[in-house]
C-alpha cells in the first residue's frame, strides 16, 4: 500500500501539502491539487479515515436532503454533487426529506456528518440555529422560501427567468397565463410561483387565482391535476407554465389523453431543461437550468464554510430555450 510520503514523491511537493490537499485546504493551488490528486490515483493511495477523522475531528461525510429521487432534475443535480466530494475526499449520503421528519433531523446527524446540503428545502429558524450550534454548516442548491438562518444558496435569478418566458408568452399571443406548481407551501416551487405571479403583473397581465395549479411536483400528479381542469371546462388560460420539466410532461401526456393540440391550443413550458424535455412530443419550451456548475458551486460553498470562510448567495441569468410546445 503506498504511503502519503510515496504520493508526495510522485507529485513533487512536500507531505504536508498532500495533507493539505487530502483535508481540502483551500491554500493549495488548483494545479498543485490536481497534481496531488492524479498521484493519488496513480499509487492507489488510501488515507486511513478513522485515524483522519479523529484527528480533524470530522466524519468527512455530508448529507444532502433530497425531496423526490424520481425527479430527473435533482437526480442531476445530486450525481454533480457526489462527483465533486468524492474528488475531495468525502462521502455523500441522501436523505429524503419531508417537513413531517424535521424534528429527526437533529438527532440523525449529531456527530455524523461535516456539512449539510438542502435542495431548496426551507428549514425552521430553530432546526438551522441548532445545526449552527453544533458546528453544521448547511448550504442550499435553490433558494429556500423561508431565508429564516440566512441559509446561503446557489439557484438562477428567478424573477429574470419569469419575466423572460412570460415575455415569449406575450409574444406567442397569450393573455392568460396558467402555472402549476408543486402543492406544498414552503418548497423551492413556490420561489418559481412567486417570481411568476411577479413577472405577470410586471407585464400588466391580469392574475387569477384558479389558474394557479397544485402538480405535486410529480408527472403522474401533474397529469391528474390537469385531467381535472380540462374536464371540468372552466378553465380560461391559453398558456401554462410548469415549477418543474416533469410536471409539464405530464400536462402533455394530459393534453394528448384530451385530444388538446399543442401550442395551437394550450402552450405548454417548463423551468429546468431536464434531457427529457427536448424528447417530448412536441419538445418543452424551457428555461435553461445549468445544473452542473451551480451544484459546483454550491458544494465549494459548503466546503468553504467549512473552513470558516463563509459565503454570500449566488444568482445567476437563466437562457430561455423555445421549441415548440410554446411556438405557434
Known amino acids: 500500500m503506498a504511503s502519503r510520503k510515496e504520493v508526495a514523491d510522485r507529485a513533487g511537493v512536500s507531505v504536508a501539502v498532500v495533507s493539505y490537499v487530502l483535508n481540502n485546504r483551500s491554500i493549495v493551488k488548483e494545479e498543485t491539487r490536481q497534481r496531488v490528486l492524479k498521484a493519488v490515483k496513480e499509487l492507489g493511495y488510501q ?15 455530508i448529507a444532502v ?76 442548491v435553490m433558494q429556500p422560501l423561508s431565508e429564516q438562518g440566512n441559509i446561503p444558496y446557489v439557484d438562477i435569478n428567478w424573477s429574470h427567468a419569469m419575466r423572460k418566458l412570460v415575455l415569449h408568452m406575450q409574444e406567442q399571443g397569450h393573455r392568460r397565463i ?41 408527472f403522474e400528479q401533474a397529469a391528474q391535476t390537469l385531467n381535472r381542469t380540462l ?44 434531457l427529457m424535455s427536448s424528447q417530448t412530443d412536441p ?3 424551457v428555461l435553461h437550468y445549468p445544473r452542473r456548475s451551480l451544484a459546483e458551486s454550491a458544494a465549494q460553498m459548503l466546503l468553504d464554510e467549512l473552513e470558516g470562510k463563509p459565503r454570500q448567495s449566488l444568482t445567476v441569468d437563466a437562457e430561455l430555450v423555445p421549441r415548440a410546445s410554446t411556438m405557434q
Not at 104 to 109: A, D, G, N, Q, T
Not at 236 to 260: I, P, Q, W, Y
Open 65 to 140: 436532503l433530497v425531496n423526490y429521487l424520481g425527479n430527473a432534475f435533482e437526480a442531476g443535480l445530486l450525481l454533480t454533487i457526489e462527483h465533486y466530494f468524492r474528488a475531495r475526499g468525502y462521502f455523500v449520503f441522501f436523505q429524503t426529506y419531508t417537513t413531517l421528519e424535521e424534528p429527526e433531523l437533529k438527532s440523525l446527524f449529531m456527530g455524523r456528518v461535516d456539512g449539510i446540503l438542502l435542495l431548496g428545502q426551507s428549514l425552521q429558524s430553530e432546526t438551522v440555529e441548532q445545526f449552527k450550534s453544533m458546528g453544521l454548516p448547511v448550504v442550499s
Open 231 to 274: 374536464a371540468s371546462n372552466s378553465w380560461s388560460f391559453t398558456a401554462l407554465v410548469c415549477a418543474s420539466d416533469l410536471m409539464a410532461a405530464g400536462c402533455l401526456s394530459a393534453c394528448r389523453e384530451h385530444g388538446l393540440k399543442v401550442p395551437s391550443q394550450l402552450a405548454v413550458a417548463g423551468c429546468e431543461d431536464i
Open 47 to 61: 488515507p486511513n479515515q478513522l485515524a483522519r477523522g479523529l484527528k480533524t475531528k470530522r466524519s468527512n461525510q
Open 283 to 285: 419538445p418543452l419550451t
Open 178 to 218: 396558467g402555472f402549476m406548481g408543486g402543492g406544498q407551501a414552503a418548497t423551492h416551487y413556490t420561489v418559481r410561483a412567486q417570481a411568476f405571479i411577479e413577472a405577470i403583473r410586471l407585464e400588466g397581465l391580469s392574475w387569477h387565482a384558479e389558474d394557479l395549479l397544485d402538480g405535486g411536483g410529480r
